[in-house]
């Protein structure tokens, strides 16, 4: 129980601050909205289908969106000092990193919402005959992408490099989440049956359990070397 706790704590907190400031949502809800407009004006439906394209857009958009909040996952910490008293307490180097990568999917996710509810308004985009069979790809896929993009957050928040450094070093790593993600979401889009995606959603899932353990393992030897 304590260290469900202590996870907790650092959801909450990190949830508090957004809330308070808003900085991370707001840029990525920015970034979503402006993507959708741009899209909106650029294809012609009466010549390209929106609804066949919509999953590569839609995954680019959450990707690339939620690199702009995942660089900030440490910044504030590091830049008053912050993050170096949450290593000297005594919680678990594992359980900040499941905190964060916690917070950062609940961010992630919300600006997901947004991201559906963009195309829906500007494609009239629907969830397809399966929503809950997509909800759990993009929640698989989501949660991958933020297992990753946490643990490199925290290796480039602490190099002269920034924000720059995390998409060379994450983006190589998502191909998976963006294969089986974008062709799940495509084949769920067009009305196939869900045991056609059977094998992309266990793919995801375990891409997202992976990451997720080399991330509580490695998390330790990235922000104490």
């Known amino acids: ?11 909450w907190k990190d949830v508090a601050i957004e809330l308070r400031t808003r900085e991370r949502v707001a840029s990525m809800g920015a970034f979503t909205i402006l993507v959708g407009i741009l899209f909106n004006f650029a294809i012609d439906p009466t010549v390209v289908d929106p609804a066949e394209i919509a999953s590569g ?10 690199m702009l909040g995942l660089g900030r996952t440490f910044q504030l910490e590091e830049e008053d000092g912050a993050f170096e008293g949450v290593l000297l307490s005594p919680i678990p180097r594992d359980a900040l990193y499941l905190g964060k990568v916690a917070s950062n999917f609940i961010l992630l996710m919300v600006v997901t919402a947004l991201v559906f509810g963009v195309f829906a308004l500007f494609f009239s985009l629907g969830l397809g005959e399966h929503p809950l069979a997509l909800a759990l790809v993009v929640l698989l896929g989501v949660l991958g992408f933020v297992a990753v993009g946490t643990l490199f957050a925290a290796i480039s928040a602490r190099t002269s490099m920034g924000d720059t450094l995390l998409p060379v070093l994450v983006f190589p790593l998502l191909i998976p989440v963006i294969i089986f ?7 769920l889009f067009r009305g196939l049956p869900v045991s056609e995606v059977d094998g992309n959603i266990r793919m995801l899932g375990a891409f997202a359990l992976g990451a997720l353990a080399a991330g509580a393992v490695l998390f330790r030897h990235v922000v104490e070397d």
């Open 1 to 11: 129980m304590d260290y469900l706790r202590q996870v907790v704590a650092i959801v």
């Open 57 to 66: 857009l839609i995954w680019m958009t959450i990707i690339f969106g939620g």
């Open 181 to 187: 993600g974008v062709t799940a979401t495509s084949s």
